[in-house]
């Protein structure tokens, strides 16, 4: 990448402890934010049993924020492309909060999937602008770093609000809903520790500037792809396994949020190793070896008839989701022009999310035609699959 558009986005002192915490906080609200209620999702819908569609409108309140995530994050990316950073983060972090708790006194379905519109909305910009942040703040080896911690987080923050949203859902599957709060601690952080990066936003400069690099579109197909097929996968974890571990162990809430949790805990695992396998594999060996461990873990989980078999396939396919998206995001910002960063990290968070919001309008119809192991069987042969096409472009370059 050309120098010029790195050296216009460093601030003065971003390597610093506070920085990198408040980077790596925010980063943990992002991910899992729709799965945090995934143990409520069976009490919820007995709740709202009398409601036609029941199965249907109680997953989408998981999943609805993955849409508007999608939606958003496009206009986030141009937002912070053009006005800067940390206004539109400060804002979002506020509305995470107000939004994502507002279930919690909410008593039909309606209003409850209007808040969570809107959490999608605040993740879309929170998502964004955190990424774009650290690909701003930090150059090469120590942007790849930095990738693989921030995917690890995501995971750890995953960890505790699954297992805490289990704990809760146990008592009331409103409680869940209060974890969002939490953003509200942070707030202050982004105020008073950010910097903002220096970039020259005036007239028709950006443009310019981003003209003179070409934008590998091939490239940002591909990974736009790769993003939205593996995340109708993945997201059938929170979506389905709560149902799925009641249906063959009689699993409480709390089990639940704990196998998620253990998945979640797997993808941290794997992404605090990504920058020491990026040192000796190529981009496309690590998708090779991701596309692996999701379709061997998937595998499991379709064969698995305990609770701890099940468990087994959810940690096996967590290390393979793990190394998935600081592989994506350090491919995209080292070969895309800096101008135009915000846009383009954008464009994955819409793939991203919107595979997510995709999951349960696929995998739901499978599930009640085939079942639910095979329908996590099915998604194993895809990711297999994904992983024969990978390796057959592997040996076509060779």
Known sequence: M?????????????????VKATLLLVSTLTV????????????????????????????????VPALFIALGA???????????????LGLAVFLYGLAGSSGFVLSSIGPILLGRMLLGLSVAAIMTTATTLIADYYLGAARAQFLGLQAAFMGFGGVIFLTLGGYLADLNWRLPFLIYLVAWLILPLIVFVLPEPRINRTGAQPTAAASTEITPWLLLILTYSIALLTQIVFYMIPVQIPFYLQQISNASATQSGLAIALATLATSTSALSYQRLKARFTFLNIYAIAFLLMGVGYLVISV???????????????????LLMPNMNVCLTSATPAALRGRILGGLTTSFFFGQFLSPFVSQPLSQSVGLAATYGLAAGLMLAMLVITMGIMARWK
């Open 2 to 18: 050309n120098s010029n558009h790195e050296s216009t986005t460093r601030p003065r002192n971003p390597d610093t402890l506070p």
């Open 304 to 322: 698995g008839r305990s609770y701890e078999v099940v468990l087994l396939g959810l940690a096996i396919a967590g290390l393979g989701v793990g």
């Open 74 to 88: 496009p206009i986030a990316g141009t937002i912070i492309d053009r006005f800067g950073r940390k206004g539109l």
């Open 32 to 63: 899992m934010a729709g799965a945090t209620i995934a143990p409520s999702l069976p009490a919820m819908r007995q709740y709202f049993s009398a409601v036609a569609n029941a199965d249907y409108w109680v997953r989408l309140v998981l999943t």
